[in-house]
């Protein structure tokens, strides 16, 4: 993130990696006449030079012109591609919830966005979960431009760093799915694309990584969607999905080859279906994380911190029963163990504390299948060889004063589960975190309505706030967008020669401890939305300390920086969608020889310094 050779000044400061193969983002009405006659843009661009609130305004009437979601998604990826500043300028300006209220402490929860449609001035909803589900779907039907770079199993397998090659920019940070697990929705093969182009927004806006040094990667290895590939317009093979041998086979090449074309590159692995094989292979060799496991894993022991605080139950006595024993459940489970070990457990003891349930019930080591390897570890044999076919069965010889939905089933948490839950506890502790929201394993309202007010909740997609007994209670939700901006960064930034698990578990703990004084005063258990910015410095801060600990850090400069002098480090490297102007004008000034004070007047031209009014959220 060092500042570019002048040379390259005009590619680097307009072009996202996004609008690579055209200058659109060259139009952008908040340049100055100096700016535009340097990019030749001048007289190609109305006379106006805008400030953000001008643009803004007609962003957002724009956008409350779109009567769904899915056309709202497509607006701003538009926006993206050929303004990609004022897009993470509005992003910016608009990631907070619209209404506070005070909230029952019983309710502790992560305060987040309502539905998309209930909230249209949020815009995170509709780059993010719950649309960029839909936008999945019909990826195939809505598909414009290209975003990010497809590599194909059959054309490319063998030379896949030449294909590299075309992208256009210096690459940080990558996420790559193969489509084969988008959210809770299926195999949607090359339609998956939209979650490495949404995760990656969130990196931006969250952790201020450049725009243009990061690259969504969507792998064509086939599916086993046999409805896409019979679709005329679905845009990727009409193969079925390559065998596990195949698989690892383009994905040895494919790690190697992106870590030589950019050393030192940070790799998040996302919703593939069996993602464990890859992390174990590749965790000690590569700079990777797999979001799902581990980024899942850390946000939610970051929540679970402070919901065993609040539930009042010693961490001996929980109990918790997974539904789903997948990449997200087994992740968050192996975290919570690590916790509950620090607490004091032995690591059986602490792992005996989970039940974890899959499509055919209980996993237990003599239900008669072969388990898959991930679910060894928490497998019983406690069960006096009885089959608990039913989750309600289960809740009453369990007794779980934990209930955890990572199983892509809406609505298989029923009225009768959260009742026995409150039956049970006094706080019971209720996360459905399926995405998107049609997944999520209970609403907000019937957690509410089961427990008398009293559930400490997280979900994985936003819910309206719900009025209970005349309180309005805001619903939470437990996402990992609170962590893997912070571990990619972190990463970046120490330069680390692999993702230690010290660097993962420091990642939860540096959230569970970013509440300030108000929100440990209300009760939460995540931190308010509002300052995810600062939040991500936080985590990042965390990681970078665990790299050093661990001794995977590369970064000798930043060792002997205090904490203090390692949050200025890592704000000071963070990109500003709000300062980019002035730092295109500095350097258009300096490329031209001109170091005089640039006339800041017709940049901004209301004075504000280009940011939105006091007390927006900058991030
Ligand atoms: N909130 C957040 O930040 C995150 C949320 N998620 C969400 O979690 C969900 C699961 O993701 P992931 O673990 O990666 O997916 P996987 O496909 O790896 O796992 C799904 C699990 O659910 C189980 N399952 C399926 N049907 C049932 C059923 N009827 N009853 C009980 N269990 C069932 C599966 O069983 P089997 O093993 O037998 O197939 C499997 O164990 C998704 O909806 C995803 O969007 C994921 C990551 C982060
Ligand atoms: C949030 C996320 O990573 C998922 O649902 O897969
Ligand atoms: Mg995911």
Redesign the pocket.
């Known amino acids: 993130m060092s500042a570019q050779p002048h040379a390259n000044i005009k590619h680097h400061v307009h072009m996202s990696p996004r609008q690579a193969q055209h200058s659109s983002g060259d139009y952008d009405s908040s340049y100055p006449k100096e700016v535009r006659k340097y990019l030749k843009t001048y007289g190609l661009t109305p006379p106006a030079v805008e400030d953000f609130e001008t643009q803004e305004k007609r962003c957002m009437a724009l956008l409350e012109k779109k009567s769904s979601s899915i056309e709202k998604f497509i607006y701003l990826t538009q926006l993206r591609a050929t303004h990609v500043h004022l897009f993470y300028r509005l992003l910016a300006s608009h990631v907070k919830p619209s209404r506070r209220h005070h909230r029952d402490v019983s309710c502790v929860s992560l305060l987040w966005f309502a539905e998309a449609d209930a909230r249209p001035q949020e815009l995170t909803p509709f780059i993010y979960?719950p649309t960029v589900g839909e936008a999945c779907q019909k990826w195939s039907e809505i598909f414009t431009q290209p975003e990010g770079m497809y590599l194909n199993y059959w054309t490319d397998k063998g030379r896949i760093s030449s294909v590299l090659q075309n992208w256009p920019h210096n690459v940080e940070i990558t996420v790559i799915t193969d489509g084969s697990?988008i959210?809770?929705l299926g195999d949607l093969g090359i339609n998956g694309m939209g979650i490495p182009v949404g995760k990656l927004a969130l990196y931006t806006a969250c952790a201020g990584i450049r725009p243009d040094a990061t690259l969504p990667l969507c792998l064509d290895l086939g599916t086993n969607n046999k409805e896409f590939r019979e679709d005329p317009l679905y845009l990727g093979t009409r193969k079925e999905k390559v065998s596990a041998d195949e698989e690892r086979e383009f994905l040895d090449e494919l790690m190697a080859a992106l870590t030589e074309k950019w050393p030192g590159i940070v790799i998040q692995y996302e919703?593939f279906?069996?993602?464990f094989p890859s992390l174990e292979r590749y965790r000690d060799t590569y700079t990777m994380f797999n979001?799902?496991i581990q980024?899942?894993g850390a946000?939610?022991l970051g929540g679970m911190v402070a919901a065993v605080k609040y539930s009042k139950i010693p961490v001996k006595d929980h109990r918790a029963i997974f539904?789903?024993?997948?990449?997200?459940?087994?992740?968050v489970a192996k975290q919570i163990v690590e916790f509950f070990i620090k607490e004091g457990l032995t690591e059986d003891e602490a792992r005996r504390k989970f039940w974890l349930?899959?499509?055919?019930g209980l996993v237990t080591n003599d239900r008669g299948d072969k388990l898959?390897e991930h679910?060894e570890y928490f497998s019983r044999d406690d069960n006096n060889g009885k089959q608990i076919q039913s989750?309600s069965r289960l809740v009453d010889f369990v007794k779980p004063t934990i209930i955890m939905g990572?199983?892509?089933?809406g609505g298989?948490f029923s009225e009768d589960i959260i009742k026995k839950m409150a039956e049970l506890n006094e706080y019971p502790i209720i996360f459905p975190?399926?995405?998107?929201s049609s997944?999520s394993e209970c609403t907000f309202e019937e957690a509410v309505n089961g427990t008398d007010g009293k559930v400490l909740f997280a979900?994985?997609?936003p819910f309206n706030d719900y009025t209970y007994n005349g309180k309005t209670l805001t619903p939470g939700?437990?996402?990992?967008?609170y962590v893997f901006p912070g571990i990619g960064l972190g990463a970046i930034l120490s330069k680390a020669v692999c993702v230690s698990q010290e660097m993962i578990y420091a990642s939860a703990i540096a959230l569970s401890e970013s509440l300030n004084e108000e929100e440990h005063a209300k009760g939460w258990l995540y931190p308010d939305i509002r300052r995810i910015r600062e939040v991500s410095v936080l985590v990042t801060r965390g990681v970078i300390r665990a790299a050093q600990k661990s001794g995977v850090d590369r970064e000798l400069a930043i060792r002997n920086l205090d904490d203090e002098e390692l949050i200025q480090y890592i704000e000071t490297r963070m990109y500003d969608p709000f300062k980019e102007r002035d730092r295109v004008l500095t350097e258009v000034m300096h490329v031209m020889g001109d170091l005089a004070t640039p006339d800041r007047s017709s940049f901004f031209p209301n004075g504000t310094n280009g940011h939105a009014s006091a007390g927006a959220s900058h991030l």
């Not at 539904?323 to 992740?331: E, Q, R, T």
């Not at 349930?357 to 055919?360: A, L, P, R, T, Y």
């Not at 990572?406 to 089933?409: A, F, P, Q, V």
């Not at 939700?477 to 967008?481: P, R």
């Open positions: 979960t697990r959210l809770g919703d279906k069996n993602p979001d799902d980024g899942t946000v939610i539904l789903g024993s997948g990449s997200a459940g087994v992740g349930v899959d499509s055919k898959a679910k989750l990572l199983s892509t089933i298989a975190l399926s995405n998107p997944k979900s994985g997609s939700q437990g996402n990992n967008m």
